[in-house]
């Protein structure tokens, strides 16, 4: 008898522990990004579309990732693709450390968007969305302000660090419009 009962609960306290495997896979399963939300973030109004839909379909893992480690992973990337471009920056003959280069605002502030990489993930892991979207709001006026105010005056105009600077412009809305629309689910931002 004694045995029987404790069979029993074994076999209810598998079942249980199979119901919550189950449903916590489902849970997580369906806040993963899906292609229709990946349409939406690269449809919005101020995005580069077919720059986003080249991000999101060379980069295959991001359609197991949630919302969350969405951003996680853009934010890394982004922090990659910045560190290149101030490396291309100071390999071009046209930067010096002189404050009054060219170069020398657009690789100030993109040296400064990589320091708060740490802090972005920071804000990020402590559901800290408000400062998150201030570091990756102001990233994003940095580099308008290194787009708008030093590369198109020059003659020629660097096109290679024109469209690295939209790149990076374009993957701080990325991060923006999932953690607006998606995350913070804001319906004046995200209608």
């Given amino acids: ?5 404790d069979q029993k609960k074994s076999l209810v306290l598998l079942m249980v522990l199979l119901f919550l495997f189950v449903s916590s896979s489902y849970a997580k399963f ?3 990004v899906t292609k ?12 580069n579309s077919s720059f986003c839909f080249d991000f999101f379909k060379t980069t295959p893992e991001v359609a ?20 290149d471009t101030v490396k291309l920056f100071k390999l071009s003959g046209g930067y010096s450390k002189d404050i ?22 920071r804000y990020l892991a402590a559901k ?5 979207n201030i570091v990756v709001s102001g990233t994003m006026t940095d580099v308008r ?3 708008d105010e ?10 290679l660090f024109m469209t690295r600077s939209d790149a990076i412009k374009d993957l701080s809305l990325v991060i923006l419009v999932v953690l607006e629309c998606f995350i913070r689910k804001d319906p004046e931002l995200c209608p």
């Fill in 1 to 5: 008898m004694v045995a029987s009962f």
């Fill in 30 to 32: 369906s806040m993963m």
């Fill in 36 to 47: 229709s939300e990946i349409d939406t973030i690269c449809t919005e109004e101020n995005m």
């Fill in 64 to 83: 197991r990732l949630d919302y969350s480690n969405l951003i996680k992973y853009v934010i890394n990337y982004q922090t990659r693709y910045i560190s």
């Fill in 100 to 121: 009054n280069s060219t170069y020398h605002v657009c690789v100030e502030v993109y040296e400064l968007a990589i320091n708060k990489h740490d802090a972005s993930l």
């Fill in 128 to 132: 800290d969305y408000q400062s998150l």
């Fill in 145 to 147: 302000t290194c787009i």
């Fill in 150 to 159: 030093d590369l198109s005056i020059m003659k020629p105009v660097p096109q």
